[in-house]
């Protein structure tokens, strides 16, 4: 008797599991799907009040700001509602040149000569459409959140089938004893911290799950991101092109229903169909607009306006921070400003950077007083509180760099400080965009390449300190000669 009420519960209770599986069961709070309860207002950020010294950057408006990063977004939402699955502010559509259009009109309204410079970027991939789902029983689930790592492989124009098998996080002995030749390979793989390096990829340089399930002779890879909620992710980190092995992301909800169904013994079947573009020779611009100082020196502030998904952070932030610069010196009348301003805008960087190569061998460097790369300046902090994922009314602290001399690096972390921008211990080893002149950068980087890259985990108030550390650490320069620089 205890052993049939033993087999009934076993059935009930795998029912309940699967009924909850294709309804959609959440696990613990998450984004996007949770934005609504998430989401931190503005004005709850603690204010960082200006110093009597410091009344001179008054004027620079998070909430300004913030508008652009909206409207610099719904660009990019504009083209997911004209039907594209593959969806952004991609180079060489017309959301590229929307979004270049748009930071033209403002800065030529603010007084700026522009130049746009044509370039073509040589080879581009690009899933053009894909449909992933797995059969539970007599059912099919489909896995809306599917979504092909960058530079995959595809599946040649055919829906491909494996049998799926979790292997954890994907070290070594995780596949110790296990045959997954022929099987789609189920990894969780954790950000380290950001989207486009996680603990599966090679990148991280942790795991090396993903190129160890192609070596074994998996047929497809999905990295079930660790990351609460029903996202999409754009990550990097597929196996070598040898393999030929297509590797999809899918979020933690249904990365977790799919565990359930195996951890119950389900015999698990996942479908693949994946079609991979490659564009040559896709036409696109790159915009250099100036502003003229007293002397023949320049400041040279460079953003891209490519971005995956809304990219509100990414780079939405760094384009709204360079307006506000540019909008702030175009306010004073020209013989207070020593050195030119060169702001260059270019549209590739997800897609080989030709464009801004291409700014940096053909720029004369030697007249340069310093850099500033301008990439995801403000977001909100988020933390990991057992199942839930947690935001906060914090600023997230940013990697950081600085090429020159010492006297450089002690003004850019000063002001940094002053303005109440946080940064990690150590400096980041590269710059952003030259090391032919003294530069400097911060950069974000949890949620970008993702649905959460939103504008409401964009704050007002960590745009308005880092855009008001940047003006200082400029101002300071100016003061400095290029041999005090270098």
Do not use: C
């Amino acid at each position: 008797m205890a052993g049939s009420m033993a087999i009934l519960l076993a059935i009930f209770l795998s029912t309940v599991d699967a009924a909850a599986s294709a309804s959609g069961k959440h696990y613990g709070k998450g984004l996007p799907r949770d934005l609504g309860t998430l989401a931190v207002p503005d004005s709850a950020y603690p204010d960082w009040p200006l110093q009597p010294h410091q009344q001179r950057y008054a004027a620079v408006s998070g909430e300004r700001m913030k508008r652009w990063v909206e409207q610099i977004s719904d660009i990019a939402l504009q083209s997911q509602r004209d039907g594209h699955q593959y969806w952004g502010r991609l180079p060489g559509t017309q959301y590229d040149r929307m979004t270049m259009d748009l930071m033209a009109a403002e800065l030529k309204r603010l007084g700026f000569s522009l130049e746009s410079v044509p370039f073509r970027i040589p080879e581009d991939w690009r899933p053009r459409q894909w449909q992933a789902s797995y059969a539970l029983g007599d059912r099919r689930i489909p896995l809306h959140s599917a979504f092909p790592v960058g530079k995959t492989a595809g599946t040649a124009g055919k829906t491909i089938e494996a049998e799926a098998v979790w292997v954890g996080i994907g070290a070594s002995p995780d596949f110790l004893g296990r045959d997954v030749r022929g099987k789609a390979v189920v990894i969780y793989s954790t950000f380290v911290p950001g989207g486009r390096s996680h603990s599966a990829s090679d990148r991280a340089r942790i795991f090396n799950a993903n190129r160890r399930a192609s070596e074994l002779g998996a047929a497809m890879i999905i990295n079930v991101m660790a990351v609460p909620g029903d996202g999409r992710f754009n990550p990097l980190g597929a196996p070598p092109a040898r393999y030929g092995v297509p590797l999809i992301t899918i979020n933690q909800d249904e990365g977790f229903r799919l565990r359930d169904a195996l951890g119950r013994g389900e015999k698990i079947t996942v479908s693949l169909n994946l079609s991979i573009d490659i564009l040559r020779d896709v036409p696109t611009n790159l915009l250099v607009a100036r502003l003229p100082g007293t002397t023949d020196e320049d400041i040279v502030l460079a953003a891209h306006t490519d971005g995956f998904f809304q990219g509100a952070m990414d780079n939405a932030s760094g384009l709204a921070s360079g307006l506000e610069i540019a909008r702030f010196y175009a306010s004073q009348p020209r013989q207070q400003r020593s050195r030119n301003l060169v702001f260059m805008l270019f549209p590739d960087h997800h897609h080989g950077e030709h464009g801004l190569k291409q700014f940096e061998r053909t720029y004369t460097w030697d007249k340069v007083g310093i850099v500033l790369t301008l990439e995801h300046p403000a977001q909100t902090q988020l933390y990991w509180y057992n199942d839930d994922l947690m935001t906060s009314n914090a600023i997230g602290a940013f990697r950081w760099h600085v090429t020159g001399s010492n006297l450089l690096e002690a003004i850019v972390k000063d002001s940094l400080r002053e303005f109440g921008v946080s940064i990690y211990t150590e400096m980041n080893p590269r710059p952003k965009l030259t090391r032919q002149a003294p530069g400097f950068h911060i950069i974000d980087h949890v949620i970008y390449h993702t649905t959460l890259d939103v504008p409401e985990l964009v704050p007002a108030e960590g745009l308005e300190r880092s855009t008001r550390a940047f003006l200082s650490i400029i101002d300071r320069v100016n003061t400095l000669s290029l041999e005090e620089l270098r």
